[in-house]
């Protein structure tokens, strides 16, 4: 009886040193897409708790690549759209954990259930094993940038569209000015899909042992069965998801003492919900007792390995991160009621000014992913961005899946710009005009009548077209900002007049061809971002922190002046203004935009 209650008490005791001792699988899903940071005020924060932020994923990649515990990685993949650039970080970091020595298995259950897949594919391939369920498919059926437009709906609605830009393939107007593509439209779009192409093709080849001409012939056949993407080589096992684990773990069946070593305490947490019920006569364990190894998902290892950067009394500085999303507005950051997050020019300009006056930062990675928005928010950004230059803080920018027109502009004054050789970015240009209405007020029977207490006093009315006085005004708005853009790449990037020329005119690059055109140094995500900010403030090793992060009480406290670091409020949720934003994101012009055309969705 004695020896049987001793079993029992040293039972929990042998399976917590199980845990802390065994090898560790680490866990990736991405159905959910990702996000480029967590949203900063509360509300949505607790909406968030189940999306991935892009920064978890691969730094925790990355970290399990050193981890001596962590033993494999597998990840879930379906056809739902990721962003171009932030599936090419996830391929690097995988990459990284491949080249460590270590297993990196894909399963899908259909890479686009009859739908496109190629984005998802492309992602999957970065992985040395690729499963899909015997139902499955593989939609490899070529990457497509398509634009709608409405103006031929439009005319019939009565309304026209006047306005102008700067200059032939600044081509935001023509959605609701066209019925077709332009000869320049048609001519930028070609060479990002050709582009985008090569690299889908390019990276396919690699990872599965193909050439990229056979990965032509076979997206041109797509989308493929599941027996068909078998036997051409595109993956190597049908298989469903409890077979696809239960050989994973098997692997390490018996090696529980593995990588004991390891000291890191953050690693000791398993992660809840890594079955999902699967059905099939082979075994399932939940947990990772029987087989010697245990599930974890990738960000819970992350956040728990990071532990340590957070612990006090660490000295000799660090490096800030500040991202900045969304469509660029003057004033605050928040998170709108439609979806997303707006950039609000003094939420980013108070961080940065923060940062440079910070004696702890050392240097500055700018994150940005936008397509844009004002330009005079965009100058306040780009100003702040060359004041902390100036200061002694060194600034690298990481482009995401876009950084164009003004999100361009917001970097151009950097140290180094990084970007994905899938980023969308350039689009050095400018747009503005309105809707006019006439037609269709006359067809519903409103009148409209003002006094003016000037010639121009309603030229931004949408009841009437431009007077001639008022185009000669549009016209040298756009001139102006025209040139302000282009003179201020010309300087910061150390081109001349005709190198800034033949990037310019409003036409959108992928990072390959923007680093090609001398408006990007170095082709890489965060991490190669990361290593420049290092090198530049002399400090191996810096660890990277979001900046600026603000406690419960913090956000309380009202900023004592716009010096204050408590200035840089993270985003809040926000009604004002929503209408506004939904327009810019139709296309519709405000005041001067440095907004690319449209939130493309490359699949």
Known sequence: MTMVLSVKLLDPVSRLQQRRSGPLILELDLTEGLAEEAPADPVGQLMA???????????GVRRGAHDPRVKALVARIDGRPLGFAKVQEVRAAVAAFRAAGKDTVAWSESFGDFGPGTVSYYLATAFAE???LPTGSVGLTGVSVGTT?????VERLGVRFEG??????????????????TEPHREITERLVASLSDQVAEGIAEGRGLTAERVRELTDRGPLLAAEALEAGLVDRLAYRDEVYAELRGRYAGSAGAGAGSSDAATREESAGSGDGATGSAPQPARGGENGARLLYVGRYRHRTAASE???GRTGGYIALIT?????????????ALGGETMGADTVAAALRAARGDRSVRAVVFRVDSRGGSAVASDVVRREVALTRQAGTPVVASLGDVAGSGGYHIVMEADAIVARPGTLTGSIGVYAGKPVLTGLLERLGVNSESVDGGAHATMFGPDRGFSDSEWERVNALLDATYADFTGKVARARGLSDEQVD????????TGRDAHAGGLVDDLGGLPAAVRLAREKADLPGGRLRSFPVRGPWERLVPAESSEDRAQAPQSALGLSGDLAELAARAGVPGSAPLLMPDAWEIR
């Open 49 to 59: 708790k189940r999306h991935q932020q892009l920064r978890d994923v691969v730094e």
């Open 130 to 132: 690729v499963n899909l």
């Open 149 to 153: 437009f409405l103006g031929d709906a």
């Open 164 to 181: 102008g830009a700067r200059h032939e393939y600044k081509n935001a107007p023509d959605k609701f000015t066209e019925s077709g593509y």
């Open 310 to 312: 957070r612990m006090p």
């Open 324 to 336: 900045a999303t969304g469509i660029i507005t003057s004033g605050r950051s928040r998170r709108s």
């Open 502 to 509: 033949a990037v310019a005119r409003g036409r959108i690059l």
